[in-house]
């Protein structure tokens, strides 16, 4: 089993992938769902540096990247 790294650089970048890969709403539900455990994790590890830096260099550009993930599914149904 590999290791994964636990930086959130890393962690960033995989959920972009994720996000990138999905196909289905269902799926960008769970996308929304792996956003939010990250925020909380961050949010535990560092709540002083989180609404400083975290929350708007990190968190917010996923949850915009998730919602045009949507948008653009939603467009290929209609």
């Not at 540096?49 to 550009?61: D, G, L, M, S, T």
């Amino acid at each position: 089993m590999e290791k994964r790294s636990r930086h959130y650089g890393d962690v960033t970048r995989w959920i972009e992938n994720v996000i990138d890969s999905c196909e289905t709403w269902k799926q960008t539900l769970t996308a929304k769902k792996l956003i939010r455990n990250f925020e909380n994790q961050l949010m535990r590890g560092t709540p002083d540096k989180f609404w400083n830096k975290y929350h708007y260099e990190i968190i917010w550009p996923l949850e915009d990247r998730v919602n045009r993930k949507r948008e653009s599914l939603f467009n290929e149904i209609n």
